[in-house]
């Protein structure tokens, strides 16, 4: 109980939390934090750029109405899952060449 009233008390200190802000290894953590959240940011960008462009959504969208009949169905089956291998497969080539 002492210990929690002391510790909730020099963290409400505004002092000592400008002094520890001012500490290396407190602006290093910060520093870190910023760079991962803005990584993150990039990254996602990305994801949803190449996602908007992807040839798989764009079928999606297309033939997002019902199909009339079961052979209508399978083809289009067919067709997204075609697409959909031949996008992973250009994406690993794609990873693989940045890994290089």
């Given at each position: 109980?002492?210990?929690?009233?002391?510790?909730?008390?020099?963290?409400?200190?505004?002092?000592?939390?400008?002094?520890?802000?001012?500490?290396?290894?407190?602006?290093?953590a910060?520093?870190?934090?910023?760079?991962?959240?803005a990584?993150?940011?990039?990254?996602?960008?990305?994801?949803?750029?190449?996602?908007?462009?992807?040839?798989?959504?764009?079928?999606?969208?297309?033939?997002?109405?019902?199909?009339?009949?079961?052979?209508?169905?399978?083809?289009?089956?067919?067709?997204?899952?075609?697409?959909?291998?031949?996008?992973?497969k250009?994406?690993?080539?794609?990873?693989?060449?940045?890994?290089?």
């Open positions: 109980m002492v210990l929690r009233r002391l510790l909730q008390t020099l963290l409400n200190n505004p002092r000592l939390i400008e002094k520890l802000s001012e500490t290396r290894p407190i602006r290093r910060a520093q870190i934090t910023a760079y991962a959240i990584r993150l940011q990039l990254g996602g960008l990305e994801a949803a750029d190449r996602l908007s462009r992807s040839s798989t959504l764009r079928q999606i969208r297309e033939h997002a109405e019902m199909p009339r009949s079961l052979g209508e169905l399978s083809k289009r089956a067919a067709q997204l899952k075609d697409t959909f291998v031949k996008e992973v250009e994406g690993m080539k794609e990873s693989s060449g940045q890994k290089k």
